[in-house]
T-cell receptor
Framework: EAQVTQNPRYLITVTGKKLTVTCSQN?????MSWYRQDPGLGLRQIYY???????DKGDVPEGYKVSRKEKRNFPLILESPSPNQTSLYFC????????????FGEGSWLTVV | KQEVTQIPAALSVPEGENLVLNCSFT??????LQWFRQDPGKGLTSLLL?????REQTSGRLNASLDKSSGRSTLYIAASQPGDSATYLC??????????FGPGTRLSVLP
């Protein structure tokens, strides 16, 4: 079954404590990306990756890091989380960047206190 | 920069009605457009993908049309059911840019 898996699904953390949200896809997709979804602001792209070792900033990259060491994995790293990073995060993947069907993970609810 | 809007923001209809959701975009040079469904607190599920060369796509009770020249797409849902209640988002892809999502239309189908 085609899947994008994110972990953790729910997390409450404190300001400044580094955390990583993992993302894995089983479809051999080249393109992966991270979004955050906030009320009234919709879905905004944080970072994306077109292939292994190729990553680039999206619309709201500040405060986040990513890496793409393997094709299937694309973790999102918050080095020093702040309350304004409280949000619902989605990982997504598609065959390529040029607009194939996008598959989303179930989402990760992150609260920073 | 591409901007995507969706009207209405929310819609409530009785079961069995046919309905239309609208998506508008400012830059007509799109590569494709996708419609998604999102259930509360869940991820997005792709419903239909329309390439720029296509005028419409159909899947079951869903039909999506695309008019690039006017910067519009519509999602038509026939014979709506309570299980169709969700938020529907459209997303467009332009060359050299990333996917841009609309804010969504929250649909409630009442039994």
């Amino acid at each position: 079954e085609a899947q994008v898996t994110q972990n953790p699904r729910y997390l409450i953390t404190v300001t400044g404590k580094k955390l990583t949200v993992t993302c894995s896809q089983n479809m051999n997709h080249e393109y992966m990306s991270w979004y955050r979804q906030d009320p009234g602001l919709g879905l905004r792209q944080i970072y994306y990756s077109m292939n292994v070792e190729v990553t680039d900033k999206g619309d709201v990259p500040e405060g986040y890091k990513v890496s793409r060491k393997e094709k299937r994995n694309f973790p999102l790293i918050l080095e020093s989380p702040s309350p304004n990073q409280t949000s619902l995060y989605f990982c997504a993947s598609s065959l390529s960047r040029t607009g194939n069907t996008i598959y989303f993970g179930e989402g990760s609810w992150l609260t920073v206190v | 920069k591409q901007e995507v809007t969706q009207i209405p923001a929310a819609l409530s209809v009785p079961e069995g009605e046919n309905l239309v959701l609208n998506c508008s975009f400012t830059d007509s040079a799109i590569y494709n457009l996708q419609w998604f469904r999102q259930d509360p607190g869940k991820g997005l599920t792709s419903l239909l993908l329309i390439q720029s060369s296509q005028r419409e796509q159909t899947s079951g009770r869903l039909n999506a049309s695309l008019d690039k020249s006017s910067g519009r797409s519509t999602l038509y849902i026939a014979a709506s059911q309570p299980g169709d209640s969700a938020t529907y988002l459209c997303a467009v892809f332009n060359y050299g840019q990333n996917f841009v999502f609309g804010p969504g239309t929250r649909l409630s189908v009442l039994p």
